[in-house]
């Protein structure tokens, strides 16, 4: 390989790094409350940095290992969704990045999830949107958590648009509840052709 080839190798990798974006409150963690239970969107919204509550459901949890649901995933805290008694008014969180998803760039979304043993779990939707308070574009809908220790869900996409959020949904259709942390990107694999002759 030559020396301009290598030269660009590294610069194509450290391109992919640098612009790789990250949540930026994606774990929870940065919250003035602990263990509250069915906070009004506005409270939720107050407390739990970069991250906001519009469901018409009106009750996002914020969890820790003392609330009696178990432990967070990471760190100290974690948040559930639910879709309340009426099996109609659901939660649903728009979480912020720190730089717009850049379209027709491939993203591996991480996070983890869980069940309670005394409640069945919902369908999530999740989605990117350029709006704090819109769900925007959907990336997928799977089905709710099915164990009560933590799993986690990778989730492939290319936006279509630049989207400064993504968002997350409890799918209204029957009363359930969900457990959910730690967001992130997965690193993208630099790619590398073989040849040097694919200047991508
Ligand atoms: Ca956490
Ligand atoms: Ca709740």
């Not at 799993?151 to 997350?168: D, N, R």
């Not at 029957?174 to 690193?187: E, I, M, R, T, V």
Request: hydrophobic share 35%.
């Amino acid at each position: 390989m030559s020396m301009k080839k290598i030269i660009l190798s590294i610069f194509l990798m450290l391109n992919t790094i640098i612009s790789a974006q990250k949540f930026l409150n994606g774990n929870f963690e940065n919250a003035t409350e602990n263990c509250n239970i069915n906070m009004l969107n506005e409270r939720f919204n107050a407390s739990m940095s970069n991250c906001f509550a519009f469901g018409i459901g009106d009750q996002v949890d914020i969890l820790d290992a003392n609330c009696g649901y178990g432990s967070p995933q990471d760190g100290e805290r974690y948040i559930a969704l639910a879709v309340g008694g009426d099996e109609k008014s659901n939660d649903e969180l728009s979480i912020e990045l720190d730089a717009p998803l850049k379209p027709g760039t491939e993203y591996t979304l991480s996070f983890y999830f869980k069940k309670d043993g005394a409640h069945e779990t919902n369908k999530l939707q999740f989605g990117y949107s350029n709006t704090k308070d819109k769900f925007g574009s959907l990336i997928a809908t799977i089905k709710g958590a099915k164990s009560q220790k933590w799993v986690q869900v990778k989730l492939v996409f290319t936006p279509k648009i630049e989207a400064q959020y993504i968002t997350v949904r409890a799918m209204p259709g029957y009363n359930g509840w969900n457990q959910l942390d730690n967001f992130s990107f997965l690193n993208q694999v630099p790619y590398v052709d073989p040849s040097g002759q694919d200047p991508r």
